[in-house]
């Protein structure tokens, strides 16, 4: 089974509106962590935000936040008032336990439309 | 400028001829990764090292060696590399507790022929 699904391959959003992008995860492990990547067309990954599995708030960290639905295993990205530099490739992956391994999804590619 | 960096950049090869990859970090961290990231795949872990002399396989180690001497490298080697490791590759280093956030080397292409 996959442990990170990225069910979203393309995304379009107008400029200055919000946009969420989905992704659900599989554990056993009720120790882990969620993070949110971004790769611009130049190809660097840029971290965006973590979410830890103890954590009761949803992180945040500018335009960006973290639904996170534990329950439901899922930690959609939210991307407010988005920007034509937000058009990039996301990409969600989980760290179970406390070691260094690490699971990322496919990946969803946002345009941001004028 | 605390970073990650690898090299080479770009590198084209042929089929059997070694390979190594040099990734540095200058931020004391304890752990290190390798992934390869190929189109419709995502990012995939080849093998990690939570220390020196610590290294473990990741989800596809198959075709790879590493080693972890100093804290500070982790090179990747293609003993004898093959067509289907065609690929962009990315080192990452991380602090560990309490976020384990990764900081990503600007990525290496390697193409095997």
């Known amino acids: 089974a996959q442990k990170i699904t990225q069910t979203q391959p393309g995304m379009f959003v107008q400029e200055k509106e919000a946009v969420t992008l989905d992704c659900t995860y599989d554990?056993?492990?009720?120790?882990?962590?969620l993070f949110w990547y971004k790769q611009p067309s130049s190809g660097e990954m840029i971290f965006l935000i973590y979410?830890?599995?103890?954590?009761?708030q949803n992180a945040t960290e500018g335009r960006y936040s973290l639904n996170f639905q534990k329950a439901r295993k899922s930690a959609n990205l939210v991307i407010s008032a988005s920007q034509l530099g937000d058009s990039a490739m996301y990409f969600c992956?989980?760290?179970?336990?406390?070691?260094?391994?690490?699971?990322f999804g496919t990946g969803t590619s946002l345009t941001v439309i004028p | 400028e605390a970073q990650v960096t690898q090299n080479p950049r770009y590198l084209i090869t042929v089929t059997g001829k070694k390979l190594t990859v040099t990734c540095s970090q200058n931020?004391?961290?304890?752990?290190m990764s390798w992934y390869r990231q190929d189109p419709g795949l995502g990012l995939r872990q080849i093998y990690y090292?939570?220390?020196?002399?610590?290294?473990d396989k990741g989800d596809v180690p198959e075709g790879y060696k590493v080693s972890r001497k100093e804290k500070r490298n982790f090179p990747l080697i293609l003993e004898s590399p093959s067509p289907n490791q065609t690929s962009l590759y990315f080192c990452?280093?991380?602090?560990?507790?309490?976020?384990?956030?990764?900081?990503f080397g600007p990525g290496t292409r390697l193409t095997v022929t």
């Open positions: 992956a989980m760290r179970e336990g406390t070691g260094n391994q690490f699971y």
């Open positions: 990452a280093s991380s602090s560990g507790e309490p976020y384990y956030e990764q900081y």
């Open positions: 554990t056993s492990d009720p120790s882990y962590g």
């Open positions: 979410q830890g599995s103890y954590d009761q």
């Open positions: 090292s939570m220390n020196v002399e610590v290294t």
């Open positions: 931020m004391n961290h304890e752990y």
